[in-house]
């Protein structure tokens, strides 16, 4: 018997969830109005589902742990369980949206059914409406999810649903008959693991290259138990807080232009901006840098680079451990020192050791794969956020005819990390998500008004105006310009065409009318460029 077992990656991210990790990602993705009926999204998505095989399956244990879990079929799957309805209390305003969000988002998936849930959400003033999207993380990673957003939307505004193909569920497995297909796999597995290593010694050069670059990323991965102790790490509850904020693609290519760096380093030079602003309006020091787990996909590449899906929606996904400079407050020198540290990054090739290390895993023991992944997520408490980008469809999608106008990413928290953030690059736009513990970010929102700062100072350096620089950091710590996170910096303008976050927002240091606002126009040419 043929089964569908899970990858060791993607049994990890079940093995680590718990009362108060929650491993599903999201989004939630604004439209224009008006809502279309929900029978009309519900037939798009019910005529997409066998494009997606996984969104009718259920995870199952092997009896007695004798191996990975699998992906079975789910004998009783209706669509209208997954796709739920539902609408804004008035005002309808970006506080009740992010409420919303947040409250959806601290609800573990019910592991019974197939592990996904799309809400349909109307009363988004002004004229909007959302879905809002919860994937569990062991079925897809951040540029799967694209595929995926790309697979259940529409790509033309007059597209007509189509009709669902016939489906029923196969038979189920029985644990007897999981634990004989598991048996079998582990007598096979030395002979496959001899036979991989007769293939290797055919091009002993090839794998003393690997072999060098995988030991140098383990090298460099033992420098992550260096942390400063910091209010971003902690115990946390099973209840999240979300917000998000915008710029578009025309903005970080006018920034690289100008300072130089990676799309991704403008992006995280934000966002240390943000951690800065956080910990000094915190009264804790800036003088040690914020230790950041950064994902890494090793998908294949198209010809600028990016990460592209191979159409099988799993995970392929591993890390490098970076420090965010908040101690810097010139938000230049903050760039540069990011843009080198990442380049130093890429050369260690940790994230090449992290993904043979996981790969490894797919010959130890289910027991013991399970107590690696949650020892794994104890390591977590040695950095202290998470910090994913992940580049989206370059291109117009719909839903019930109406255009999707931005989507803002949700990332999930490790153990013992309070604050997480997800930035996510769709049609010419680029949103940051902010996930916080419930408990212990109630000020989560000065994060997200000093990403915005940070890109609107990058921004006004790029074009030689002069900036105000960041929050003055507490006595003690590192020395800092006069300023706050809500300075004039904020405010810089965007030549003709762009539109920064402040714009975008309705004005400098303003985080919350960027999710119901209409989204800012890019400037010609900026859709697929990064």
């Not at 509850?237 to 799309?263: E, S």
């Not at 191979?310 to 995970?315: C, F, I, K, S, V």
């Not at 690059?425 to 902010?434: A, C, L, Q, R, W």
């Amino acid at each position: 018997m043929t089964v569908d077992r899970m990858s060791p990656l993607d049994a990890s991210f079940l093995h680590i969830e718990d009362d108060v990790t929650h491993m599903h990602i999201g989004s939630v993705s604004v439209f224009e109005g008006p809502p279309p009926p929900y029978e009309d999204v519900l037939a798009m998505i019910a005529g997409k589902l066998d494009r997606v095989p996984r969104y009718r399956q259920v995870v199952r244990s092997v009896p007695f742990d004798l191996g990975r879990p699998v992906w079975v079929p789910a004998p009783h799957f209706r669509v209208e369980y997954h796709l739920r309805h539902t609408a804004l209390p008035r005002p309808g305003g970006e506080d009740e949206l992010r409420a919303l969000v947040g409250r959806l988002m601290g609800q573990q998936l019910d592991r019974r059914k197939p592990l996904w849930e799309i809400w349909m959400v109307e009363g988004l003033q002004p004229d909007r409406w959302a879905l809002i999207s919860k994937v569990h993380h062991c079925m897809v990673d951040g540029v799967s999810g694209t595929d995926l957003l790309s697979l259940l939307l529409d790509d033309r505004a007059d597209a007509r649903p189509q009709p669902p193909a016939a489906w029923s569920p196969p038979p189920v497995p029985s644990g007897l008959s999981l634990a004989v297909a598991a048996l079998s796999e582990r007598m096979l597995s030395p002979f496959e693991q001899a036979r991989a290593v007769r293939a290797a010694l055919r091009g002993p050069r090839r794998v003393a290259a690997q072999l060098a670059g995988v030991l140098e990323g383990l090298g460099s991965t033992r420098a992550i138990v260096r942390s400063s102790a910091s209010s971003l790490n902690g115990p946390i509850g099973p209840h999240r807080r979300w917000a998000g904020a915008v710029t578009d693609v025309a903005t970080v290519r006018r920034i690289r232009a100008g300072l130089g760096g990676t799309f991704n380093d403008v992006l995280l030079a934000a966002v240390t901006r943000g951690f800065r602003d956080l910990l000094v309006a915190r009264g804790e020091p800036v003088d040690h840098p914020v230790r950041t787990l950064v994902p890494v996909s090793v998908r294949a590449r198209d010809a600028r680079g990016r990460a592209v899906g191979d159409g099988t929606l799993a995970n392929r996904v591993s890390a490098v451990f970076a420090d965010l400079p908040v101690d810097e407050a010139d938000p230049v020198r903050r760039l540069q020192r990011i843009s080198s540290q990442m380049t130093g990054l890429k050369d260690s090739r940790q994230a090449v050791a992290a993904e043979v290390l996981t790969s490894a895993a797919g010959f130890t023991p289910p027991s013991v794969l399970a107590l690696a992944a949650r020892l794994a997520a104890r390591a977590q408490r040695q950095v202290q956020t998470v910090t994913t980008n992940v580049p989206g469809p370059q291109s117009t999608l719909y839903a019930g005819g109406r255009r999707m106008l931005l989507s803002y990413p949700f990332v999930p928290l490790g153990a013992g990390l309070r604050l997480g953030v997800a930035m996510f690059s769709y049609d010419g736009t680029v949103t940051f998500g902010v996930t916080a513990d419930y408990d212990t970010g109630g000020d989560f929102e000065t994060l997200v008004r000093g990403i915005e700062s940070g890109m609107a100072e990058l921004l006004a350096a790029a074009q030689g105006a002069p900036t105000a620089g960041s929050a003055e950091a507490p006595s003690g710590s590192a020395e800092a310009p006069s300023g706050s996170a809500d300075s004039p910096s904020g405010s810089a303008g965007a030549p003709s065409g762009g539109t920064p976050l402040a714009a975008a927002h309705g004005g400098p240091g303003t985080a919350r009318s960027g999710l119901s606002a209409a989204r800012p126009r890019p400037a010609a040419g900026a859709r697929g460029g990064r």
